[in-house]
Nanobody, 113 residues
Framework: QLQLVESGGGLVQPGGSLRLSCAAS????????MGWYRQAPGKQREMVALITSGGSTNYVDSVKGRFTISRDAAKYTIYLQMNSLKPEDTAVYYC???????WGQGTQVTVSS
């Protein structure tokens, strides 16, 4: 079983930055792709960014050039650096592991003046 613990959410003004972290513990030996999803009120959960065990990344178009996902493989930890934040980035952000499929508890990101 895998446990995911997220941190780093909060309230930020438009144009500001936040950094999310997600640390995995437990059955970590088979972890492959990890990433971040988000869900805004009244909307479906969407993929934000993914990173494979080899370091390949994939982003939703709306965050390309503003968000960067990275990974510390030794610590089974991923990060999401979010710059130039916009009000439409407001959502609960969830850490995700593809296999064994696992979700974090979510961390709120609010972008507002």
């Amino acid at each position: 079983q895998l446990q995911l613990v997220e941190s780093g959410g909060g309230l930020v003004q438009p144009g500001g930055s936040l950094r999310l972290s997600c640390a995995a513990s437990g059955s970590t030996s088979r972890i492959g792709t990890m990433g971040w999803y988000r869900q805004a009120p009244g909307k479906q959960r969407e993929m934000v960014a993914l990173i494979t065990s080899g370091g390949s990344t994939n982003y939703v178009d709306s965050v390309k050039g503003r968000f960067t996902i990275s990974r510390d493989a030794a610590k089974y930890t991923i990060y999401l650096q979010m710059n130039s934040l916009k009000p439409e980035d407001t959502a609960v952000y969830y850490c995700y592991v593809q296999f064994p499929i696992s979700w974090g508890q979510g961390t709120q990101v609010t972008v507002s003046s």
